[in-house]
């Protein structure tokens, strides 16, 4: 299922389309959106892998905020599609 293009302000513009809280990107899992509530996988996109989130998450960041990432989360605001965004980005490992 895997037909849109994978680019994170793609993502994105669909969070600020269906009025999403959330926006999870999970190796291992397609993206998904938090949605009053519910986790919902974003159609047209299958399972992500390790790359494929590096390359969505890194894609907002400079090199320093890189860093912070692997160590804590960042806060990030942003203006996307006239809206005003305020994005918090968090580092987990499996173990």
Do not use: W, Y
């Not at 986790?39 to 960041?61: H, K, M, R, S």
């Amino acid at each position: 299922m895997e037909n849109r293009e994978l680019r994170i302000e793609v993502l994105l513009e669909d969070v600020v389309r269906r009025r999403a809280s959330d926006l999870h990107i999970q190796v291992g899992l397609p993206p998904m959106l938090r949605i009053d509530g519910a986790l919902t996988p974003v159609a047209g996109f299958g399972p992500l892998d390790e790359a494929q989130v590096e390359q969505l998450v890194f894609a907002i960041l400079d090199q320093d905020q890189q860093q912070v990432l692997m160590k804590e989360k960042i806060q990030l605001p942003c203006t996307l599609c006239g809206e005003k965004l305020h994005f918090t980005l968090s580092q987990r490992n499996a173990n």
